[in-house]
């Protein structure tokens, strides 16, 4: 997952619910970013918290209930200016 001045990409994806997940977050902008997940209540995920300076690359783990969730970009005006994603996490398929 990169994140550039002002927008992820890629800006969604899905993973499997209750699996242990690792994203990748390589800040390609000018200035800092972070990407913090939260819920449609509006509360954040724990460990899903990432925030990078410029040039700076930093992993987050954690898992998710079964849902969708809403990526953003705490820092002032970015989540506006189109630092916004979703991501999904859906049942494991079987097989
Ligand atoms: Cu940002």
Same mark, same amino acid.
């Given at each position: 997952m990169v994140g550039t001045d002002f927008a992820f990409e890629?800006?969604? #994806?899905?993973?499997d619910a209750?699996?242990?997940?690792?994203v990748t #977050?390589?800040?390609?902008?000018?200035?800092?970013?972070?990407?913090?997940l939260r819920t449609d209540e509006g509360a954040e995920v724990a460990g899903t918290?990432?925030?990078?300076a410029p040039g700076e690359t930093v992993v987050a783990s954690f898992s998710l209930s079964g849902?969708?969730?809403?990526?953003?970009?705490?820092?002032?005006g970015h989540y506006e200016s189109g630092m916004k994603g979703e991501v999904k996490a859906e049942p494991a398929s079987a097989g």
């Open positions: 890629p800006d969604g #994806f899905t993973v209750g699996s242990p997940v690792v #977050f390589e800040n390609r902008g000018a200035v800092a970013h972070d990407w913090i918290r990432m925030c990078a849902g969708t969730y809403e990526a953003w970009c705490s820092l002032p």
